[in-house]
């Protein structure tokens, strides 16, 4: 490093410490407070993985009873809240749905300007609370139906896909779910959390970071990329199609959605684990075809260009398999993050320094003001 010296897109940039979340490079490895993300699939339920992001252990069965309850409790939406997005445009992507949501809550809660650790917890598991019901009354509203009210006698994972399809889907279904919400909640400083801690940094309100990290989400080379799997995988249609597609897309020079990453550049730590959900979902053999162009693409990317799949890529499946509508995949995703991001607020918090980086000017140079003719 010398003064000056320019990172473009901070690549490599060591902005701050963490305590959270660790993404090892080396060993393709990532860990939520010291635990592989892998184990914490196999024995954990996604609200032990909140509990866990928030407070730095896993939690009691007394503070896990105690949270859940917590939790169920604060999961209905005020009527003001639902009449506002009823509003919307019904043809707006519902990542607006959702930054509109989050910006109203915050507008709404009677505990505005308290910002301390117990207000910000409790705002948090607010949101985590509430963004089940907001994305399902969505996901309903864009096929026309009534939205189905939360029941408070399951489980996050059931009670989130009662409300989207009225009922609950079968066992792996909604382990596939479960794994993508702990697999999704936390990575590091990714561009949304570090939106989130940005906003943070000036002293700004929870909402406002959450909102603004919701919008640097929505993007295609972020969030934004498991719907652009799915448009893709629709778009090639055919495994025959995969080799003479991608040739195009390189002439073309697209970016392939959901391959590469910042990061992880030998291939990212979650895919496997996501990849094997989407197996068990197609092993009944319906969606062969789907899970051979996936397997083909993946296989072409990592032969042709030596880029390996990010955990976009299995989630698009698996979400389209699921009954999801392509434009909801992103907004599942804030559900899951929701968790990360605030952690990472309140983190930011404990010891905070303003995130004000500097710029190397290049425009023209000084000049005098010309006195206008006439
Ligand atoms: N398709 C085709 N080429 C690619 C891709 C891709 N998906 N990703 C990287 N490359 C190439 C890139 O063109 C460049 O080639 P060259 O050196 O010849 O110019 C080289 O690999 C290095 O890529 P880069 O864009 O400089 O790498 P980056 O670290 O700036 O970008 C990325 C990372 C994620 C923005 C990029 O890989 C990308 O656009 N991927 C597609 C979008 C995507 O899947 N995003 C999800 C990211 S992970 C999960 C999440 O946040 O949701």
């Not at 939690?59 to 809240?81: D, I, M, S, W, Y």
């Not at 509203?141 to 009225?166: S, V």
């Not at 697999?183 to 970071?209: G, M, P, W």
């Amino acid at each position: 490093h010398h003064p000056g010296q320019i990172f473009r897109g901070l690549a490599g940039v060591v902005v701050d410490t963490t305590t959270i979340s660790m993404v090892n490079q080396e060993t393709n490895s990532l860990t939520y407070r010291g635990y592989p993300v892998q184990e914490l699939c196999e024995s954990c339920s996604f609200e032990e993985v909140a509990w866990l992001l928030w407070h730095g252990e896993l939690p009691t069965a007394n503070q896990l009873a105690e949270f859940k309850l917590v939790e169920r409790n604060r999961r209905t939406l005020g009527r003001n809240v639902t009449s506002a997005l009823s509003r919307l445009p019904e043809d707006c992507h519902p990542m607006d749905v959702l930054r509109t949501a989050i910006s109203y809550l915050g507008a709404d809660d009677p505990t505005e300007g308290l910002d301390d650790r117990d207000h910000n917890l409790a705002k948090s598991i607010d949101m985590f609370a509430k963004l089940p019901t907001i994305v399902a009354f969505e996901q309903r509203r864009r096929r026309g139906l009534e939205p189905i009210l939360p029941d408070a006698n399951l489980g996050y994972a059931e009670n989130f896909l009662q409300m989207c399809f009225g009922e609950i889907p079968p066992a792996e279904q909604v382990r596939a779910f479960e794994v993508s919400m702990i697999l999704y909640a936390e990575h590091s400083f990714n561009a949304s959390t570090f939106t989130a801690r940005v906003v943070t940094s000036t002293l700004s309100d929870i909402y406002s970071a959450v909102t603004a990290a919701i919008g640097a989400l929505k993007g295609p080379l972020h969030g934004g990329a498991n719907e652009a799997v799915m448009h893709l995988l629709a778009e090639i249609g055919d495994v025959a199609n995969v080799e003479p597609w991608l040739k195009q897309a390189f002439v073309d020079k697209r970016k392939i959605m959901g391959f590469g990453h910042r990061v992880y550049k030998n291939g990212d730590s979650r895919v496997p684990t996501m990849t094997a959900e989407l197996r068990k979902l197609t092993s009944d053999g319906k969606s062969a075809d789907l899970l051979a162009t996936y397997d083909a693409l993946a296989a072409a990317m990592l032969r042709v260009k030596d880029i390996h799949p990010n955990l976009d890529y299995p989630t698009g499946p698996v979400y389209h398999l699921m009954g999801f509508d392509i434009p909801i995949f992103t907004p599942l995703f804030v559900m899951s993050r929701i968790t990360g991001w605030t952690a990472h607020i309140m983190e930011q918090l404990e010891s905070n320094s303003l995130i004000r980086p500097l710029s190397s000017y290049v425009g023209v140079e000084q000049r005098k003001v010309p006195t206008l003719a006439g």
